[in-house]
């Protein structure tokens, strides 16, 4: 009896199914707090959440996949945060939306995904905009734009989880579309739709399965140097600096400050050349470019590490069109563009130089570009 209610109460009082997906970036890593271009998609990896009001003016979420301390409950007023990391991810959408003048009401909610954790697939980038959506499209009739639910989904991890980031991921999570790949303009906002034609090749992500936790916060450091060199150049960020500008003041900055900022302003033309390729269906053009910012991350940047390093040794060492880290770095995976007739060889490969070195293998995902936030329909 008790198994009859509940089936028959959740085919009347249903909740609505709302879903966001993680992201890829082909090339474009760290450019995007810098103003400057990143060439990001969706990908078939979502989080998925179901969400019904629930006229109490709180919120009560169940997170299937995490197994301990799991269930969260709060108010929606800015004293009411609550204390897990990962509720505050929604907490926040929830505030964010509030401050811009939108309504939130309570609402139960259970989530759950397949977005890698750790693998800089940006899981909260979709967690964050899959909330986003719901909260727009529930409670405020989607008076807010994608664009604007990826802004809320950045002020989120600003203001609530302490990270200073760009707007690529949340971007990305947002607006994907199904086979393409998105240029966007992280000053202007502008965007636009490529479409990935990969005719005898594959997008395959090499997971290592390593995420080295550091003491203090690298991504806000590396952050803060790109500031300093913008300002001491009398600029906003630096995506009008050039390589002159910073040749101009390289004795009055710090040597690690230098090589952030050269990175950064070597990779804003590498995301344009990218772009340039793949309308020319040039994939040589597109691999050179993402062994050429590997590089610049490991050595300029300094946030690969030793594992990561050695994937994209193995990929170059087996032919590989392309390969890079990808995310924000100290784990994660590669990004590689394979011919087909490698792809097999190259997986068979990895997993075994890299199991024979580490203990472990790596987990193997080939991309599928899909859609961003949506509703799932019946």
Known sequence: MENKIKAEFNKHFPGTMYASAGRINLIGEHTDYNG?????????KCIMAEVKPNGLGRVRVYAIDIPEDNYAEFGLNEEDAPAQQWARYIFGVCREVIKRGGKVEG??????GNVPL???????????????????DLFNENKFPKT?????GQSTEHNYCGVNCGIMDQFASCMGKKDHLIRLDCRSMEYE???MKLDGYKLV???????????DSPYNKRRESCERVAKKL?????RDATFEDLERIKGEISAEDYQRAHFVIGEKQRVLDVCDALVKGDLETVGERM??????????YEVSCEELDFLNDLAKEYGVTGSRIMGGGFGGCTINLVKDDLHDKFIEKAKAEFKKKYGHEPKIYDVVLSDGAHKVEE
Do not use: M, W
């Open 193 to 195: 739709y490529y479409p």
């Open 36 to 44: 400057g271009f990143v060439f990001p998609g969706a990908i078939d």
């Open 291 to 300: 062994y050429q910012t590997h590089e610049g991350l490991s050595k300029e």
């Open 118 to 136: 750790g693998a800089g697939l940006s899981s909260s980038a979709a967690l964050e905009s899959c909330f986003a959506f719901a909260v727009n």
């Open 107 to 112: 609402f139960d909610a259970a989530f759950a």
């Open 205 to 215: 992500l090499v997971d290592s399965r390593v995420k080295h936790e550091l003491v």
């Open 148 to 152: 604007e639910l990826a802004k809320i």
């Open 234 to 238: 009398g600029l906003d960020t630096l």
